[in-house]
């Protein structure tokens, strides 16, 4: 039986759901430990700075009203986004229950190296949980790389990996490498590529260092 978001919603689920949270990298505790320091340094100085000012008991009230008031406001909207990531989470619990994601996306000179090693990974993890992921849609990302829910039990859209389109694809190989290196490549002058680490290797190198001429 599927659950129902209020389901989800308990005392209990949330404390499950928040822990699964990464906002920014960071747990919604060590952002709401950081909230309270930067309360606490903020009535600090200002008790400090009215102390040192000598102002009157009045201005000191004033000037704490001020400085309360806007910490709230800053608690009250740390609050709503670590909500709002709950609500996001549980969501993505309901809609898609168990599955992984698939990193997909077009393999060619446009593709950032990072989304290029990751062209195939499957990540059995919440959203904001997956490293360095690319958006969830196709395709806002510049590299045109993005991620899809693959639900337990489907079959996967065909994905390749770096490794596979790389193989027995010159064109693709010329397009990445570069006129140069693709024909130095050709020569056998750089060794093996079948891997994305080997092939990652001849990219950083100039032809100077590979000792081929241009
Ligand atoms: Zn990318």
Redesign the pocket.
Known sequence: MVPMLRELLTKQGIKKLLAKIRIGGRTPASILKENRNNTKAALKRNFRDSVMADVDSATFAQSLGRVVKSRKRQTLSTLRNIMSSVRGEARAVLATGKGYWLSR?VLDSG??D???R?KGARYHMSYSQVPMK?PRVPPP?????FLVWVPEGTRPPTEETFEQEWRNNPELQRDLLGKSKFEAFERGELGRIETYAQYEKVVTKTLEDLNIEK
């Open positions: 996306g593709t950032t990072i989304c290029a990751l690319p990302h510049p590299c045109r790389s």
